[in-house]
């Protein structure tokens, strides 16, 4: 039997949009909700789990800036550790 892996689906120009799950069903999304001083805060999850968030902005809008961001820089970006 193959076991299914998740893969994460990026926008691209010709198909804007949020990252969405491919084929096996697991769903890694982004979700933006206010915290509890009514900032906007934008969070990565996996299956429901927050792998990691943004910091809180003013307006949903700038909360929407930051997924865009993540989006278009992430897959590309270094990793970096730290001692």
Known sequence: M???IAR???P????PGAARPVEDGMAHYF???KNKVG???AYFKYN??????TEGYSS???AKNAIESIQKNG???????TE
């Open 2 to 4: 193959r076991a299914k």
């Open 8 to 10: 994460l689906a990026w």
């Open 12 to 15: 691209s120009a010709a198909s």
């Open 31 to 33: 979700e933006i909700k």
């Open 39 to 41: 900032e906007f805060v």
């Open 48 to 53: 429901s789990e927050t792998i990691f968030w």
């Open 60 to 62: 949903k809008a700038s």
């Open 75 to 81: 897959p590309g970006a270094e990793v970096r550790e």
